[in-house]
């Protein structure tokens, strides 16, 4: 089974960028779609964007699309979401998950393997 950890979190101030990283280990991460979530306390957590195995599909929540960029490495093991243009509803604890299958992932039922989260805070 694959363990995923995330890291790059941070505070930033609204209109900055970060990226978050993905790492994978105990499996190659070529063997599984991937997805973002994320979650603010005491809400649902959402989708945010999912790719493909060899990263040739990817989609986007609305509310994320043209700001946030999802990407992977499988030669690192190694999945990334480039976010631009942060506003401060993007603040939420961020997570990466995996699953079995070809096709992109929209829902998190769909996922089975989580990673622990990362904080994203966008705040002046």
């Known amino acids: 089974q694959v363990q995923l950890v995330e890291s790059g979190g941070g505070l930033v101030q609204p209109g900055g960028s970060l990226r978050l990283s993905c790492a994978a280990s105990g499996r190659t991460l070529s063997v599984y779609a991937m997805g973002w979530f994320r979650q603010v306390l005491g809400k649902e957590r959402e989708f945010v964007a999912a790719?493909?195995?060899?990263?040739?599909?990817?989609r986007y929540a609305d509310s994320v699309k043209f700001r946030f960029t999802i990407s992977r490495d499988n030669a690192k093991n190694t999945m990334y979401l480039q976010m631009n243009t942060l506003k401060p509803e993007d603040t939420a604890v961020y997570y990466c998950a995996a699953r079995g299958g070809y096709g992109l992932g929209l829902s998190q039922s769909s996922y089975h393997n989580w990673g622990q989260g990362t904080q994203v805070t966008v705040s002046s």
């Open positions: 790719i493909t195995r060899s990263g040739d599909s990817t």
